[in-house]
């Protein structure tokens, strides 16, 4: 058996892609990786979140949202009712959907432009598993989830850069 390198699913020999996500295995020839590779491939995406998600309401003006996440600095928002994701508005969301409208549209619903049913991952994922989500997906933002399936963070594409710099630095170091 093979066990895939990014979520460990243990895979017939022979096979090009996981089985269970889909990941190539077709690189498994190049031998052991290194330290930033192992740290990317071991570690969890609960490491990378620093924060609570921001979430609103489907009901929530998309102008109000748009100066919550100038406000608080944030790429997404998490939408959400009765402690179930319904969607995520990123601000690809906002330029995609509103774009030179935005102030026309500004009193309508955040759920009308929300991507809905995010794909969400489990904080237990390892982040090479994220990565190749966020790829195959298109999208720069995961929900988070803990084990009873509740949102504990976001993680987007910059806090992976984040870690992946901070993991180079480190072990140039050492």
């Known amino acids: 058996m093979i066990a895939c390198v990014y979520c460990g699913h243990l895979n017939t020999p022979g ?16 031998g052991e990786p290194g330290h930033v590779e192992q740290g990317v491939l ?9 924060r609570p998600p921001l979430v609103v309401s489907p ?15 944030l790429g997404c928002v998490l ?21 030179a409208r935005a102030q026309e549209l500004a009193a309508r619903p955040v759920s009308e432009f929300m991507t809905p049913d995010p794909e969400c991952l489990q904080g237990t994922a390892k982040i090479a ?5 966020m790829d195959l997906g298109g999208y720069r933002h995961v929900p988070v989830l803990d084990d009873a ?11 992976v850069l984040r870690y992946l710099t901070d993991h ?7």
């Open 15 to 30: 096979v090009d892609e996981c089985v269970d996500c889909k990941a190539p295995l077709s690189d498994l020839h190049l």
């Open 42 to 50: 071991g570690e969890r995406l609960a490491t990378l979140v620093t």
């Open 59 to 73: 009901d929530r003006p998309v102008g109000e949202v748009l100066k919550l996440l100038a406000a608080e600095s």
């Open 79 to 99: 939408v959400v009712d009765a402690d179930r994701i319904l969607g995520i508005f990123s601000e690809r969301d906002a330029l995609m959907r509103l774009n």
């Open 129 to 133: 598993f994220a990565l190749q989500r």
């Open 149 to 159: 399936g509740h949102a504990t963070g976001v993680i987007s594409i910059r806090d």
């Open 168 to 174: 180079m630095e480190r072990t140039a170091g050492a």
